[in-house]
């Protein structure tokens, strides 16, 4: 199993530009997240999905959208860039809310807005 | 709302020292607590997590973390660190109560051992 895959792993972005950043899993997960990390603040969530066609915002949702046409695929799309969205970007996936909680993490987008 | 408090930002030690990392957390009701570990240029990996039962909990490479409810903390520990365990801990919590079942990250503990 791949796990949780994301693409690009770079990317630097002049202000204004848009840019979707994809995210796959192989593990059947129901629920799905993108965090945002930025030094020193540990991951903060931005969107999740419990299931194909139901997303939601999470705790800093602003100026990314996200779709949710599959189960194993969450793409985050960024519409208007701007230098405060540069960080790293991690998709996450859980099997289920009610079991568990532990979510799997991909290997993150290194995102630059200039 | 809930938060999560790591007290250390960064924390550097020589090989073989003790390893004691400290997490709070403010929510009273049933929470479920995790630590994640980021070693340099990789993504976030389970350290190891508490969900009920014996508070002390073990995870992988030797690390351990106490529940300790009255308290309101999960704090990790490991007897003799190794310079392969330089990386940065992260403290997490997910409650019971929360309509998602997203985790809260505390800001993260920078660990540097020293060979």
């Known amino acids: 199993n791949a796990g949780v895959t994301q693409t690009p792993k770079f990317r630097i972005l002049k202000i204004g530009q848009s840019m979707t950043l994809q995210c796959t899993q192989d593990m059947n997960h129901n629920y799905m997240y993108w965090y945002r990390q930025d030094p020193g603040m540990g991951l903060k969530l931005i969107y999740y999905?419990?299931?194909?066609?139901?997303?939601d915002k999470g705790e800093v949702p602003n100026g990314y959208n996200v779709s949710r046409s599959t189960t194993e695929d969450f793409p985050l799309r960024l519409e208007l860039a701007a230098p405060s969205q540069t960080s790293v970007y991690f998709c996450?996936?859980?099997?289920?809310?009610?079991?568990?909680?532990?979510?799997?993490f991909g290997p993150g987008t290194r995102l630059t807005v200039t | 709302a809930q938060s999560v408090s790591q007290h250390n930002h960064h924390v550097i030690l020589s090989e073989a020292a003790s390893l004691e990392l400290g997490c709070n957390y403010s929510?009273?009701?049933?929470?479920?607590l995790f630590w994640y570990v980021q070693y340099p240029g990789q993504h976030l990996q389970l350290l190891l997590k508490y969900f009920s039962g014996d508070p002390l909990v073990k995870g992988i490479k030797g690390f351990e973390a106490e529940f300790i409810k009255s308290k309101f903390s999960f704090n990790l520990r490991k007897p003799s660190v190794q310079w392969s365990d330089t990386a940065e801990y992260f403290c997490a919590v997910t409650t019971n109560g929360g309509s998602q079942g997203n985790l809260i990250f505390g800001k993260g503990t920078k660990l540097s051992v020293k060979p």
């Open positions: 929510y009273g009701g049933t929470v479920n």
């Open positions: 999905s419990v299931g194909a066609g139901i997303t």
């Open positions: 996450a996936s859980s099997l289920d809310r009610a079991t568990s909680y532990e979510q799997y």
